[in-house]
């Protein structure tokens, strides 16, 4: 892995309340990614139990393929536009059912790539580790989803 220091990491809220040691054990199973803008990272349908994604520098827009229902024409809506420190792909760690949205580079980004298996293995070893992680993605989730109310409610 490319070097990351935990302590640029710690104010990511995913990281929050974690010990530099939690987040060291955590950084250990990272593999340290890179992406140009515009290239796709997730796409939408895959399946979704290889990893998850922090983003350490950059962005990504979230979108989701719609169709007009009078002309069939397809196109991409834009749901969320993340940053750095924020999250995406952990549908695949909460459940490992397939991707719900197409995630792209918007600008170059570098991200660390969670693989589930291996922290679900370290939740097990260390459940403290695992409560407070999945207690502040479970945060960032519920977030996402009044934001998405609120999008929705405007546009009925």
């Known amino acids: 892995m490319a070097q990351i220091d935990a302590g640029s990491l710690r104010d990511f809220e995913v990281f929050a309340g974690l010990s530099v040691a939690e987040l060291e054990s955590i950084l250990a199973l990272a593999a340290v990614e890179h992406f140009k803008a515009d290239d796709v990272i997730l796409e939408?349908?895959?399946?979704?139990?290889?990893?998850?994604?922090?983003?350490?520098?950059?962005?990504?827009?979230?979108?989701?393929?719609?169709?007009?229902?009078?002309?069939?024409?397809?196109?991409?809506?834009?749901?969320?536009?993340?940053?750095?420190?924020?999250?995406?792909?952990?549908?695949?760690?909460?459940s490992g059912r397939r991707r719900s949205a197409r995630v792209v580079a918007y600008s170059d980004l570098v991200a660390l790539r969670i693989d589930n298996l291996a922290l679900e293995q370290e939740f097990e070893r260390n459940p403290r580790l695992g409560w407070l992680f999945m207690r502040n993605l479970t945060a960032i989730l519920s977030d996402r989803l009044v934001g998405l109310n609120f999008m929705l409610r405007d546009e009925i």
């Open 44 to 94: 939408e349908s895959n399946a979704g139990a290889s990893g998850f994604y922090i983003i350490v520098r950059g962005m990504v827009k979230v979108e989701i393929e719609v169709s007009n229902a009078l002309t069939g024409e397809k196109g991409n809506r834009r749901l969320a536009t993340l940053k750095t420190g924020e999250v995406f792909g952990e549908r695949g760690l909460l």
